[in-house]
Nanobody, 115 residues
Framework: QVQLVESGGGLVQAGGSLRLSCAAS????????MGWYRQAPGKQRELVATIAVTGATRYADSVKGRFTISRDNAKNTVYLQMNSLIPEDTAVYYCEGGYSGVYWWGQGTQVTVSS
């Protein structure tokens, strides 16, 4: 059974940094795409960043220049380095992995940015 487990969330002051990790287990393949999404209270889940197995990346406009997504294909792990955090980044962050049209989600990790 494929599972994605996020870690690295927490409470940080505005201007600070956090690094999220998402490790996949139970798979015999490398995800074609891995990504991070977030959901703030009362809002829909939104894309933060994705990275293909080739290394191609995509970012939401709101995080460009502040967040960096990376992955280790050998470990089937994806990372999100978040710098210059602002209170609007406060949300539950979810990891996603996709392969052959099937997508898996992690349970989420809370990120709270205080002003």
């Amino acid at each position: 059974q494929v599972q994605l487990v996020e870690s690295g969330g927490g409470l940080v002051q505005a201007g600070g940094s956090l690094r999220l990790s998402c490790a996949a287990s139970g798979s015999t393949f490398s995800f074609s795409v891995m990504g991070w999404y977030r959901q703030a209270p009362g809002k829909q889940r939104e894309l933060v960043a994705t990275i293909a197995v080739t290394g191609a990346t995509r970012y939401a406009d709101s995080v460009k220049g502040r967040f960096t997504i990376s992955r280790d294909n050998a470990k089937n792990t994806v990372y999100l380095q978040m710098n210059s955090l602002i209170p609007e980044d406060t949300a539950v962050y979810y990891c996603e992995g996709g392969y052959s049209g099937v997508y898996w989600w992690g349970q989420g990790t809370q990120v709270t940015v205080s002003s």
